[in-house]
């Protein structure tokens, strides 16, 4: 009985990480527009071409399955390595099954609270490929892509130091005075 809960565990998990992320579309992101005197059937040749390099540069794999399979992957994994750890310490305490078990509900806990980040960093990533390759291709073919496209974070302008400017150059001020102090003089009587 034991042995049926942790596959069924994995397998509600992946269920539910799998929702944890909203389908992303399985074309480009922004629209191209035909190129000066293309036709529109030209312009649907070009985007089917485009779509279709696009489309084999991911390996066919859509954002959003990378997005689900990404999300399965670390709650699997983190159930996985939650049971390898609680087993462990439960082994220490003469109870690795219980241990173990344990370990598996804080890993699974862990993994579905992750797994909407993995998963959405993973489906943009692909996104963004698609979207890169995609208006490459657009581009090459003599129609009108989108200009405004950030293919990585925005820049950041920094605030100067809280303290204030850095002190001049050793030039311009004085280094601290040497003192030299006398010996002692001792009379030995």
Same mark, same amino acid.
């Given at each position: 009985?034991?042995?049926?809960?942790?596959?069924? +565990? $994995?397998?509600? &998990?992946? =269920?539910?990480? #799998?929702? *944890?992320? @909203?389908? /992303?579309?399985? !074309?480009?992101? %922004?629209?191209?527009?035909?190129?000066?005197?293309?036709?529109?059937?030209?312009?649907?040749?070009?985007?089917?071409?485009?779509?279709?390099?696009?489309?084999?540069?991911?390996?066919?794999?859509?954002?959003?399955?990378?997005?689900?399979?990404?999300?399965?992957?670390?709650?699997?994994?983190?159930?996985?390595?939650?049971?390898?750890?609680? +087993? $462990?310490?439960? &082994?220490? =305490?003469?109870? #690795?099954? *219980?241990? @173990?078990? /344990?370990?598996? !509900?804080?890993? %699974?806990?862990?993994?579905?609270?992750?797994?909407?980040?993995?998963?959405?960093?993973?489906?943009?990533?692909?996104?963004?490929?698609?979207?890169?390759?995609?208006?490459?291709?657009m581009a090459a073919t003599?129609?009108?892509?989108?200009?405004?496209?950030?293919?990585?974070?925005?820049?950041?302008?920094?605030?100067?130091?809280?303290?204030?400017?850095?002190?001049?150059?050793?030039?311009?001020? #004085?280094?601290?005075?040497?003192?030299?102090?006398?010996?002692?003089?001792?009379?030995?009587?």
């Open positions: 009985m034991t042995t049926a809960r942790l596959p069924i +565990a $994995l397998l509600c &998990a992946s =269920a539910l990480a #799998a929702c *944890t992320v @909203a389908p /992303a579309p399985s !074309g480009p992101s %922004l629209a191209a527009l035909p190129g000066n005197g293309k036709t529109p059937a030209q312009f649907a040749y070009d985007d089917g071409a485009c779509r279709a390099q696009a489309n084999a540069a991911n390996s066919g794999i859509t954002p959003g399955q990378a997005a689900g399979t990404s999300a399965a992957g670390t709650v699997a994994a983190t159930t996985l390595v939650g049971a390898g750890a609680g +087993a $462990l310490i439960g &082994a220490a =305490a003469r109870s #690795a099954g *219980t241990g @173990a078990a /344990a370990g598996a !509900g804080f890993g %699974l806990l862990m993994g579905l609270l992750t797994a909407g980040h993995n998963a959405r960093a993973s489906g943009a990533a692909f996104q963004r490929n698609y979207d890169v390759v995609y208006f490459q291709c003599g129609n009108r892509v989108p200009t405004v496209f950030a293919a990585g974070p925005p820049l950041v302008a920094y605030p100067p130091p809280p303290h204030g400017p850095y002190p001049p150059p050793y030039p311009y001020y #004085a280094p601290p005075p040497v003192v030299v102090a006398p010996a002692p003089v001792v009379v030995v009587p």
